[in-house]
Structure formats: structure tokens, C-alpha cells
């Protein structure tokens, strides 16, 4: 039985999920409508995004979540060429006010869509958990740098200097990621489970259609001479 009480650098997911598994069972067309905000407050439909191309959209919890942060930490990463190349567009969406976008975006490097669904409508009419369950399939996420301690130190100081009260979302609130366009299709859809049981980032890539596999690993590189 694998250690459940070692969440912090174990992915807790789905059994047998594999590479190519998806689970198509979302409804585009319940939240199409639905309202998201970008860093300057400016309303836009959902459907928008996914009209034209295809997209990877990713749902994360809250942005003081430092699980959230080290994993779009990650999503900075991704080349801008690389989703060129492959004519998809890569979304963050969050679910705090939309004054909490440009702290973030200058916290983690994100360089790449973003906007908030600050009443929750996508993540609610799409059945997003709430609360989480843990199970013992589990593999070691490569998003996540850092130790239960430390991690949570850092949330704690986010939170001590945000804002009186303002938790930059519902705590309880799970995400998860959509490959979606162009139109209405569903190539792919994934409900997080708990906190640790985000999408590799490769994986989402290469469902999307892209060839490029990134290292995300901190280990440093060694160069060849």
C-alpha cells in the first residue's frame, strides 16, 4: 500500500490512468455563457476561448495554494514556440477576484492566458469537486518542489500578506483541465480529485497535439563539452 501520508510529493490520481485515457463526459455547452475575467477586470465568454483552436484550459485551486503556484510555476515553462507550433492555446483559469492575476503572473513567471471565474459558474455547472478524496494509487508528481513544511510556510506568509480575509478563492475548491476546440468538442477532460491530482503538464501537451517533451525536473543540467 502506498504511504498516504505523504501528499506533498506523491500525485494522487485515478487508478490506471494512462497516457491516451480520456475521459469525455463535460458538456461545453452548459457554460459557454458564462463569464470570465482577465487581469484588468474585462468580461469575456467562456466560449471564446475555445472557438477558434484548440486549447488546454487548466483549473487550479486558489492562488495562494502553493501546490497551485509550483505547478504554474511549471506552466511558465512551456514555450510559447512550442504551442504555436502545435496551434493550441494554453489557459489558466483561477477562481479569485481578478485583481489577484497580475501578483500572480509576477509571483510564478506565467506568461500565457489567464483569467478568474471569481462565482465559480464554470467550475460548479461542469461538477468540479469540492473537498477532496485521497486513494493509494499514487505516483510522484514532477510539479511539486517543494516539502510539506516549507510549502506551507510559504502559503501561510502569501496569505499573512494579502489582503484582511481574502483567500484568493474557495479553499475547498478542487480544478482540473480541459483540451477543448475548435467549436464545442471535448478531446479531453479531467476532474482534480484532491490537490496533488493535476495533469502532468507533458501529458496535456501531447494530448493536445504537441511533440515537444519539457523537463521539469530541477535537477541541474550538465552540459557536454
Not at 477586470?41 to 503556484?69: E, H, M
Not at 501578483?103 to 455547472?125: A, M, N, W
Request: hydrophobic share 35%; proline share 5%; glycine share 6%.
Amino acid at each position: 500500500m502506498a504511504e498516504v501520508g505523504s501528499p506533498i510529493t506523491r500525485q494522487v490520481t485515478k487508478e490506471h490512468r494512462e497516457i491516451g485515457t480520456t475521459s469525455v463526459d463535460i458538456r461545453l455547452e452548459d457554460v459557454e455563457d458564462c463569464l470570465i475575467y482577465d487581469r484588468q477586470g474585462v468580461a469575456t465568454p467562456f466560449k471564446k476561448l475555445y472557438q477558434d483552436r484548440k486549447s488546454i484550459i487548466i483549473f487550479v485551486r486558489n492562488f495562494l495554494c502553493y501546490i497551485c503556484k509550483e505547478y504554474v510555476d511549471d506552466l511558465s515553462k512551456v514555450p510559447r514556440d512550442t504551442l504555436q507550433g502545435a496551434n493550441i492555446r494554453l489557459v489558466v483559469i483561477g477562481q479569485s477576484a481578478h485583481h489577484h492575476i497580475e501578483p500572480f503572473c509576477s509571483l510564478t513567471g506565467y506568461p500565457h492566458e489567464i483569467y478568474v471565474d471569481p462565482e465559480r459558474c464554470i467550475y460548479q455547472k461542469l461538477g468540479m469537486k469540492r473537498e477532496e478524496t485521497f486513494t493509494d494509487s499514487a505516483h510522484r508528481s514532477p510539479h511539486v518542489k517543494s516539502g510539506i513544511f516549507m510549502g506551507q510556510v510559504k502559503s501561510i506568509w502569501r496569505a499573512m500578506t494579502s489582503p484582511a480575509f481574502d483567500f484568493q478563492g474557495d479553499l475547498h475548491q478542487q480544478g482540473g483541465a480541459i483540451i477543448a476546440g475548435p467549436g464545442s468538442r471535448v478531446h479531453f477532460s479531467h476532474f482534480d480529485m484532491n490537490r496533488l491530482d493535476h495533469m502532468p503538464i507533458n501529458w496535456l501537451l501531447q494530448l493536445a497535439g504537441a511533440q515537444e517533451t519539457l523537463d521539469f525536473s530541477n535537477k541541474p543540467k550538465v552540459i557536454h563539452v
